[in-house]
């Protein structure tokens, strides 16, 4: 069962599916110059309440190594979390389509790091001899499953501005800190400071969507290059486009990720009741890290139930709800693992 | 109307988008470890008579770039003809994948090379000073709408094999070329020589698939590495199996294939009919290059049909007919053209 | 013997390996900011008659791959002659230091392209599909021995201009060009629209020591990081510096290059006076090609005289002048090939 | 005064220079093909006791950065210290080289990482979404100034052969360690399981010269290549041969070494025995690195002798000696500093 392993686990919102489907009739131009493309720029630009520049890709990873690109010289230093995905889950890929720039990794509690930290990881500028600091990437949520808080992020961007740094934002899951923080998409991104998102669509509901969103058009002049040399310039771009169209419309983004969120800190609030059951961060957004018990671990895989092991800290494991994620997908878990914790004490 | 300016303006064909819809329940793993990811393995296994490796992306630069990256270090050089998509369509993404290996472009009628071009043009290997001859590129259907024959294809693979050169087929139209042959694929791939296939499925008739093929296994080795760091890994796989799926089942793609170049086949036709009208190049799959006086292309504007220059021929244009193009459309074109071509006259 | 090889055969001219040696004493800042290589900024500025910025490298090789990384972005074209050393003696250096532009070579009459040919090639302008024309670059003398006039060299650079390109010229060779002129280092350069030069010291007299002279410092804001990260910036950069410095004193560059090209001239002469000989280009600089019959060769190597085949054309070979051949040298290389050109006849 | 800011402020040693100028006469074949260069390829194999296969460099930048290019694929991996040079001061030189690989910084005391951290350290074998382990690099003497022991050189290379990594030694000052240590070249290398050294000769008594010597002949296979890409392939190689012909010769590079450890010894010595003055590490070959309180500094800087930053530790300075520091040298600048401690007192 791969339930809970992760939200990629899961397919595509029933307003997604229905929108990839309309998108399907007739013969429209290519590579994102049809009316479906079009209006997505707009879209995003009413959702963010700004001027936007808005690339589609179908990975995070490509997201997120392309946005980079854009904020570095190859000869950069990009800072990150030494959690942050970019720096553990993408197999090299911002080093690829950045021409070698080098991430800093930082250490932070809970998946984060502060305004703090970052001042004193950052050296050698205008010394030849360093790669050259040029950018700060944030993941939110983060990979730990916690979520920066506003006036965090700001303090984040406040320091990249005065040190030159461009901010870029992993938000894979975006809508996950969201609705967490019941910020508004322009409080969370801009406004506080964030130069470029990476806008994560897949594991909230999408088949295969992600946008990248310039808030400062000026740094996307020669992207489109950048984004047709990296493969993610589709031709049928429409069906690509119609997934987000749907997602933002009506409120389905933001449903999906409450719905996950929910079940997430209901699962969280049942492991934390159980004996002898700790948890590895507080649970803020979609995501569970906990530690279990060998003898629960044990009994959940010989139930089927696949655990996916924390990539952060080997001794805990993680569990995500997902969009579609339901009380009693929960409960059921909670249950199964209940009875091995019982069986344990 | 966007009709007939490339295959790529037509949306998905029937059994391809019900597939999607199908593939969309449950929890499954991702990355590919699903279901319907394994059985296209084994069907493409079948298609193909023989041990395949393949991965799966969703445009054909990323599958060239890619499938290029595993078959020269990068200082190698790579031969293609000069009007090669992946030297004049893909915006440096081959020497971006490959780590700067360099395109060497030949020149050959009716868009192909020659083993005999290529020989000529192969030069430098072990001198430390230049570029070394790595691999060769071929396009089938090519970027002229002329189809390579099997024969020209062995001899190609047989001066690229005594050169210790390893080969490439950019197959983004693959099937076009291979129904005008009458081929099996396997005749058509690795009995012809090729190591590595672009197979593209996009273009006749999904939504976005396109498979990179190994027939030497050994070439795939490490593959997975440079598949994911490229962001051509998705993490909702089973979309994309599930289109290659259906466009393989029951002759999808081989009908979908027949129905774009016999309309091809009909326009033109159709158009060497008409007085002071010519074709740039033999129509041998589903594009028609042709010489259009500039009335008929101010008529053809006028009336809102857009027109593709050719790129490969700054006095042609290209027609390109899809899967789901009628006979009414071709007609349709036919009488446009045919009517300005009397008001020249 | 060498001899003749190639001009890179000889070691340095005296004047030059004195400086070296004077150069070594004391205790001096290191990576150029010693007292050496500041005032060889000040002597390239009188040489040039304005501003430049300079860095040095020790290779052809690495000047025109670095150079050219500060022209254009990894998705750029660069044109030059197909017969650039560039595009055919640098293994895809040029490739690598700009992160994966693409050179298009374009045919041309004795090593050169011409302002119309460059037109003629120059396409893609604004097509995400296309890589983008970013560069030229031309070779001064040029790789058949030839060279430039100012007004050729003019007319391609207002051509790159109309057309957004920058301009870099290889100037291995760059002093056997200009007494062969008898222009200023201005007049060829900046004066004829040269944005970038790759100026050759090693070929004519020095050890090790190239310079990358920028005109427009604005394209140099941040070339210090890229020419620190291609291993190029020595430690003890006064060793490299003294050598250029020793060269453009006193005239000792200029004599070295009339030497090198009067005895090519007296080569050529003495070849063209032999019944049989063909050169195979004009003899313009320090560079002579030649078919010769296959007994000459022969009986030449049978002498241990040994012949570069030319890498332009399989046909001909090159025999290069330096700084220090002599009268006698050239006479005996002509005395040995009337020999057995009279064996022929 | 430049004096121990770094040993690379000094000049070439006489015998250096002098086998420099004597390289100078006649013609001779380039890029290495002469015979000094030859000899030099069979003194090296001598000197290490085992077949070898030598590029040579001019920078100790472009050694480590073409040596991890042999040992990694672009999507690699390489553990090193977190001060390490090739992390901190080659302004992403091994990322370029590499194509994108991602370098993996470790904590550790005095400059050196343990078999323990390193294992401690590795993970994702196999994981495609992580970058692959591929090398471990070390620095010998590391860059605190410290040395590693041949037992821990052994036991961080066994611990990389079970994780099937390949071991780089970044020998900047390789010479100094190994009179620290009173080991034979091959100890300190391939017998204690290291793949490929960055020799530097340039520190130590060179004007630029470096080596990569490879212990492994078959990770060099295509190493010419990478070399000659790079722009390191120097047309008058025997200039740069010349030169560590010499140093090797009669143990010039081991008396440079000598001399240049026991100033730093007495240097080190000296401090200690001032008041109030801290070693920041301890002294075991020719760095010396000293918290100095602030009164000290400024003395030091109104009399003019620069003192460099520790870059590794902000409150330390670094004491470079070179292969020519006298007693008298060190015994000024002890002077000196003990002037102002006793005025701080």
Not at 14 to 25: G, I, L, T
Not at 95 to 112: C, D, S, Y
Not at 214 to 241: C, E, V
Request: glycine content about 8%; overall charge negative; aromatic content about 6%.
């Amino acid at each position: 069962m791969a339930l809970f392993l992760s939200d990629n686990v899961t397919g595509a919102c029933p307003e997604v599916m229905d929108a990839v489907v309309a998108a399907n009739s007739g013969a429209v131009l290519s590579y994102g110059d049809d009316a479906i493309s079009s209006s997505l720029q707009v879209r995003l630009a009413e959702v963010f309440e700004t001027e936007v520049k808005v690339f589609l890709t179908v990975t995070g990873t490509a997201s997120n190594a392309l946005a980079l690109s854009a904020l570095t010289p190859p000869y950069g230093k990009i800072y990150c979390h030494e959690l942050a995905h970019i720096n553990t889950d993408e197999c090299a890929a911002p080093e690829l389509f950045t021409g070698g720039a080098k991430l800093v990794p930082i250490r932070g509690e809970n998946g984060k790091i502060s305004a703090h930290s970052l001042a004193a990881s950052i050296s050698g500028h205008g010394n030849v001899h360093n790669a050259q600091p040029a950018a700060v990437s944030i993941t939110q949520s983060t990979e730990a499953g916690t979520v920066y808080q506003l006036d965090e992020i700001a303090a984040i961007t406040e320091t990249a501005r005065e040190h030159g740094l461009k901010v870029h934002m992993d938000g894979a899951r975006f809508t996950n800190g969201l609705v967490a923080l019941d910020a508004s998409p322009a409080q969370m991104t801009w406004q506080a400071g964030v130069d470029v998102l990476s806008f994560g669509g897949t594991k909230n509901g999408c088949l295969a969507a992600e946008a990248i969103v310039f808030f400062d058009p000026g740094l996307a002049q020669d992207f489109a290059y950048l984004h047709k040399r990296s493969g993610q310039l589709l031709s049928k771009m429409r069906f690509i486009a119609a997934q987000l169209q749907a997602y933002l419309h009506d409120g389905v983004w933001l449903r999906n990720a409450r719905q996950a969120n929910a079940m997430a800190a209901r699962l969280s609030a049942g492991l934390a009741a159980l004996p002898g059951i700790e948890l590895a961060y507080p649970t803020q957004s979609n995501e569970v890290f906990v530690h279990l018990p060998a003898t629960v671990l044990d009994g959940l895989q010989a139930e089927g139930i696949a655990v996916n092991g924390d990539e952060l800290d080997c001794s805990a494991e993680r569990f995500v709800a997902a969009w579609n994620t339901s009380t009693a997908d929960v409960d059921r878990l909670l249950a199964a693992i209940a009875r091995y914790c019982a069986n344990t004490a």
